[in-house]
């Protein structure tokens, strides 16, 4: 009897013990951040302060957040996915990695882009900006060379050497500027035109805005970037300016998702509806983050109306998410082989 008195007390806190670590585990949350990592530490430090819940937070380029996602499949790690280009979200989204959040009391403040961008809710808009080029004015009238004024012109020779852009095998930025180039030209057009592109690259980064500096510094000339990235460059004292192609420009739209079978999901949901709100996303630029926000009541940042570069300001395409995001795989793959392997 006594025996099994022991074994009932034992069985007791050991169910005891494993019920409050279950509840002790909701209340934390797994962050993986993909705009600047200033943004990022600011938000979960925001949402600590408000809530008391601790944030584990790291930061990767979409690109390679959505590889570690596939990864952990099987075993999720993270709970929530903050930022990152719409693209890899909603090739997550169509592989059954996110879960759907459609009670999000968000959903009403954000705008038309923002309240369901990809599939059955599973993404929500978090911000948007443009795509084009941070130029560094000074280094081309050096160099006796104009200012580029449409993507065409970033094909001519006397730029070989001048231009800096990402990896799309890692970054976001580089896939919206592959996916810009096939909508704006069309499929054949758009790959002949980054072939000879590709001619010109002199470096390509890990990070969507890590050619920014480099062009400030000018190591190069030219950065094909988000143009919210060049003010912040900009504003940061380097001599670089924000041009927006002419003949038009994709732009982006950040996510924002619930990772599927994440391990807090109740801290998960509280994370997305805070971030959403107007106050939080008008902290973003404390951050150097320029972006448009998605909340309809948060101010569009006054430093982007200075450049010029908000989306009153910016000729763009009807850029088509469902389609980059169906295709992401095969673009990125095709340019690999194709684009990347080509001598430049």
């Known amino acids: ?57 790291t930061r990767r380029s979409s690109g390679e957040t959505l590889a570690k996602i596939k990864a952990e499949m099987n075993n999720p790690q993270g709970d929530v996915w903050f930022g990152g280009t719409l693209d890899p979200h909603y090739e997550a989204a169509l592989e059954g990695l996110l879960q759907p959040y459609p009670t999000s009391p968000m959903i009403p403040e954000l705008r038309d882009w923002a309240k369901n961008p990809a ?32 993507w065409e012109d970033l094909t001519k020779p006397c730029y070989k050497g001048l231009i800096g852009m990402a990896n799309p095998n890692t970054s976001g930025t580089a896939f919206t500027t592959l996916s810009t180039i096939l909508q704006l030209m069309g499929w054949e057009k758009g790959w002949d035109y980054l072939a000879r592109l590709h001619k010109n690259i002199a470096v390509y980064t890990k990070s969507g ?78 951050a150097e983050s320029y972006q448009l926000p998605s909340n309809k009541k948060a101010p569009l940042p006054e430093v982007i109306r200075k450049y010029g570069v908000s989306f009153d300001d910016v000729k763009l395409i009807k850029y088509d998410f469902k389609w980059a995001g169906e295709h992401r795989k095969e673009i990125v793959d095709k340019w690999t082989k194709e684009i990347y392997s080509l001598p430049r």
């Open 119 to 150: 599939i059955a809710y599973m993404v929500k808009g978090l911000y948007a900006g443009p795509l084009g080029w941070g130029v560094n004015v000074e280094l081309l009238k050096s160099k006796g060379l104009p200012i580029p004024k449409v």
């Open 209 to 286: 805005a890590a050619s920014g500096p480099m062009a400030g510094k000018g190591e190069i000339a030219i950065s094909i970037i988000f143009l919210h990235d060049v003010v912040k460059f900009a504003e940061q004292g380097y001599p670089i300016v924000p041009i927006p192609p002419a003949d038009g420009t994709g732009y982006e739209i950040g996510g924002l998702s619930i990772i599927n079978w994440c391990p807090h999901p109740q801290v998960a949901k509280q994370f997305v509806d805070f971030v959403l709100r107007p106050d939080i996303q008008a902290l973003a630029p404390k």
């Open 1 to 57: 009897m006594r025996t099994f008195k022991v074994f009932l007390l034992v069985s007791l806190l050991l169910i005891f013990a494993f019920s409050f670590s279950a509840f002790a585990g909701e209340k934390r949350l797994v962050l993986y951040g993909s705009p600047a990592e200033k943004w990022v530490a600011l938000v979960a430090h925001e949402f600590t302060k408000a809530t008391g819940i601790p944030v584990d937070w």
